[in-house]
Structures are given as C-alpha cells and as structure tokens.
C-alpha cells in the first residue's frame, strides 16, 4: 500500500512539473548554437563520432565500423538549421564560447518576463552514482543578461560570448563523477520558476609531453619459484600512443599456463582524493608514524574507488623456459573505451589513474600479477 501511495504522489508531482515546465512556458522555444565548425577552426574543434562516456564498447570491430558510417558526409549542417542528428563537437580549451540563442513564441502569442541571462558555467559534479545527494562545485559561474524585462512576441536570435575564460579541466564523464562546462539560458518570469535551456561544451586539453619520461623496469617473482623481469619502454604515453615493452623469464620453476596483459582504469572520487592518492602511494611501509588522524580517516570513509578494465588480451600461451623474452605491444588506439588523461585529484574531488596488469596462471589456475601505473596525456584533440 505504501508503494502504490508513494507511486500516485510521484505521479501527481510528475503531473505538476509538466504543467509549469511544459504547458507554463507559453510555447516558447529555446535553441542554442555555438559558432564555429571544425572546417573553420581545424586547431579548435573536432567532431567526434559518439558522446563520452563510462562505458567499454563490447566489440572494437562494431565501434571502427560505426566510425566508418559515422564518417560519411550524411552529416546535419552546422549553420543552426538542424534537420538530422545533431554533429558532437569538442573544443579546445583556448577556444572562446560564443554563440547565437534563438527565442521562438508561436504565432499570436506573448510571453511577459523579468529578464532573460544567459550563464556559463563549469562544474563538477557528484551527484550521481554513490555520492548522489551530494552538492556539485562550480569552478566557473558567469552571467550576462540577454534582455531587459519585457515580452516576447515573435522570433528573436541573440548573440552572446564568454571570452577569455580559463577552462582548467577536461570534460569527463565518469562513473561517480562528471566535468561539464555549459551554457544555460534562462527566462525569468514573476510567480512561476523560470523557463531554461542547457547546452553542454565538451572540452578537451592538449598538452606536452612530459619532459621526463623514463622506461619502466622491474623485477618480480617468487622466491625459488619464479622471478621475471618486465620492461616497457617509457611510464607517460599520449592517448593514440603504442606501449612496448619486453617480458624475460630468469627463473621458471611452476607450471605457467598462460599470460595475459590488461589495461586498468581506476577512478577515485570524494572530498580528500588527495590524502588518499598520497597514502596509497606512500602505503605499504610500516614501521613508526601511526596512521591517520581521524579527521583524515573520515575523509577517507568518503573516498570511492571505481575499477574498470578496459582491455585484456593474452600475450602467451603454455609453458615458458628460462631465458624466454616475451615481447609486448598494445596500441592504445584499439581499447574500445573513451581514454582520457591520468587526472591527479582535481580540485581534490577525483582522480582517474591507468595501469598495466601482467597476470600469469598457472596449470592449479592460481593467479600471480603484478600492476604497475602509467601516465596518459592527449596530444591532440579527439
């Protein structure tokens, strides 16, 4: 009884909503535009063939050939007059939000209103996921005004710009945790909520090679039972970079049945990322010290931590001998997953870190593995 009580209030509250977003808004629609096209500013915008997102595509095969249909020029214009599917396009940080906002009453029809801004903003938000419920955080929030108080009549196309903004972070769309940056356009009116409309800007930021970037090289193994030594030839990568590297085997006295190679995505979010990303990289060391004061360890009961693998293949099939050398080669282009750079704390808020993961199992199916990080940063918009 109490379901179907709590599901009729749910709908009468739907019912409502609608009343005043949809049959309250006087017919008036909101479109904004953004200028600009990747034709016009090759350096600043790039079309992207699907929206960002968490998830692994479950066939590289099926997204190389939606990239193949999506690359046809069955493309909707650019010029505001959309009668297709709406291009997706990513901007470089250093370009400047601008754009036209068109307002449209039907015909015989006038809407009063109190103003009409139009707001940019940029923000992370935790609202979703584990930490739903929780405020989000506006890194950017900007506000002109359209409009002066007045009414609305017929067809109206405004221009508006937000130069000169510093956009510190990527657009990221993660499991618990998202960076947007987007313009929202908004209609005052007097005793009823005002009538808005949102616009995303996804945003990208190309970066440098870091100016230290040396090889990996590690020794593991299991006393009197195995020990390898692994080496990949540098710890930063750009996004459509290729990971080399070499497997030998020094010692082989199990069984070994197969290896395999995976990519790992970790996404940490919460308030105190920071204190949490410098323990675990300081953890493991014991001795004197004492732990965490309690301050730090409720911020850490905050922390959540998300695991995903984004691609696992095997590398070796049976037993190796002693002296074998495996070679390694992943092209990180192939992972069917929207990379994205290593963000270290952002705003401590959230971090995403990348590992490689060598596993080997044996002919009992017990696992050995060994994980270690690597640093992604985009060189190109894309």
Not at 97 to 123: A, C, S, W, Y
Not at 142 to 171: A, C, M, Q, W, Y
Not at 229 to 241: G, N, S
Request: aromatic share 8%; charged share 25%.
């Amino acid at each position: 009884e109490r379901s179907i009580e709590h599901l009729e209030r749910r709908r009468r509250h739907v019912e409502i909503m609608a009343f005043f977003g949809g049959l309250g808004t006087g017919g008036l629609q909101i479109k904004i535009h953004l200028t600009g096209t990747p034709e016009t500013n090759p350096s600043d915008i790039f079309h992207l063939r699907h929206r960002p997102s968490w998830k692994v595509r479950k066939n590289v095969f099926t997204a190389l050939k939606s990239h193949a249909i999506s690359s046809a020029p069955a493309l909707s214009p650019s010029n505001g007059n959309v009668s297709g599917p709406q291009r997706i396009m990513v901007y470089s940080c250093n370009h400047e939000t601008e754009g036209e906002v068109t307002l449209t009453m039907p015909n015989g029809k006038k809407l009063d209103h109190l103003g009409i801004q139009v707001k940019f903003f940029g923000r992370i938000d935790m609202e979703a996921g584990a930490h739903e419920g929780r405020p989000h955080y506006d890194f950017i929030s900007l506000s002109k005004e359209l409009l002066p108080p007045g009414s609305l009549f017929d067809t109206r196309t405004i221009p508006f710009n937000f130069r000169g903004v510093e956009k510190i972070h990527e657009s990221y769309h993660g499991r618990n945790v998202s960076v947007k940056y987007f313009v929202r356009v908004e209609v005052l009116r007097q005793w009823l909520p005002p009538i808005t409309q949102e616009h995303e800007v996804l945003v990208q930021i190309p970066g440098v090679e870091p100016s230290v970037n040396e090889p990996i090289k590690m020794e593991v193994g299991i006393e009197d039972c195995l020990h390898i030594e692994f080496e990949y030839e540098k710890r930063c990568y750009h996004l459509r970079d290729v990971i080399c590297g070499k497997i030998n085997f020094l010692l082989v006295r199990i069984k070994i049945k197969h290896m395999e190679l995976a990519v790992i995505r970790r996404e940490t979010s919460g308030e105190g990322v920071a204190l949490s990303a410098a323990m675990s990289t300081a953890g493991g060391g014991g001795g004197a010290g004492g732990g965490p004061t309690t301050g730090a360890k409720s911020d850490m009961q905050n922390i959540v931590t998300e695991t995903q693998t984004l691609l696992k293949y095997e590398i070796m099939d049976g037993a190796p001998v002693k002296g074998e050398l495996i070679p390694v080669r992943l092209y990180l282009r192939g992972i069917p997953a929207d990379m994205t750079p290593t963000y270290h704390a952002e705003n401590n808020r959230f971090a995403v870190r990348y590992f490689l993961n060598l596993v080997l199992v044996d002919e009992e199916d017990r696992r050995y593995f060994k994980q270690q990080e690597i640093i992604l940063w985009r060189k190109e918009l894309g």
